[in-house]
């Protein structure tokens, strides 16, 4: 079974440039995650997707952060424009549903913003 | 709200020893707490988790943690380290809100383990 995919795995960028991350989830899992991981923190929730509805995004800073996953499958996450503070990496992660299933995480991205 | 302490920043310990990982963590109703693995440039890999019944749960690699809801703990134990155990832990805690819905996951901040030969 393919684990959840994730592109690019490093991105380097000026404040104030755009980026997006790319996350393909496992085959068949409806709930999809997006967590922000600070050096020295543990993941944060920054959205989460039940087929292609928002389940929570409550933690997402909506004037710069976006998130969208059509069809309900893969899923992208976009910001616009990036602050130094957004130097992170960005784990996605899927479970079979919501309710504290499984969630089963990609090899994240690495943001360096400059 | 709900949270997740993590007391110890780094623990290093001698390949062959014991090893006991802490974690408290705060939630208003009856928590689903969760020990995840991260090794370096990887996602995070769930060890073991707890949502009912026995107290002391078994995962995989020879991982175990216990329920204490007196302490509000969810320590990971693993009764001989190998070289390979090197990673960051973190301990998680969720569940129900009193409306029926899950809460999301809130992870405290890891510990990074060092295993010395």
């Known amino acids: 079974e393919a684990g959840v995919a994730q592109s690019p795995r490093y991105k380097i960028i000026e404040k104030r440039q755009s980026v997006a991350f790319w996350c393909n989830p496992i085959?068949?899992?409806?709930?999809l995650y997006w967590y922000q991981q600070i050096l020295g923190q543990g993941p944060k929730l920054l959205i989460q997707f039940q087929n292609n509805g928002v389940v929570d995004d409550s933690q997402l800073p909506k004037d710069r952060f976006s998130a969208e996953r059509l069809k309900g499958v893969d899923s992208t996450l976009k910001i616009q424009p990036a602050k130094l503070e957004d130097s992170a990496v960005y784990l996605c992660?899927?479970?079979?549903?919501?309710?504290?299933?499984?969630?089963?995480f990609g090899p994240g991205t690495r943001l360096t913003v400059t | 709200a709900q949270s997740v302490t993590q007391p110890d920043i780094h623990i290093t310990v001698s390949e062959g020893a014991s090893l006991e990982l802490r974690c408290n963590y705060s939630y208003g109703a009856t928590p689903y707490l969760f020990w995840y693995v991260q090794s370096p440039g990887q996602g995070l890999q769930l060890l073991l988790k707890?949502?009912?019944?026995?107290?002391l749960v078994q995962g995989i690699k020879g991982f175990e943690a216990e329920f204490k809801r007196s302490q509000s703990s969810f320590n990971l134990r693993k009764p001989s380290v190998h070289w390979s155990d090197a990673a960051e832990y973190f301990c998680?805690?969720?569940?129900?809100?009193?409306?029926?819905?899950?809460?999301?996951?809130?992870f405290g901040t890891g510990t990074r383990l060092q295993v010395t030969l």
């Open positions: 992660a899927s479970s079979v549903a919501g309710g504290n299933y499984e969630q089963y």
């Open positions: 707890y949502f009912s019944g026995d107290t």
């Open positions: 085959s068949g899992h409806a709930t």
């Open positions: 998680a805690v969720g569940g129900l809100k009193n409306t029926g819905t899950a809460s999301k996951l809130t």
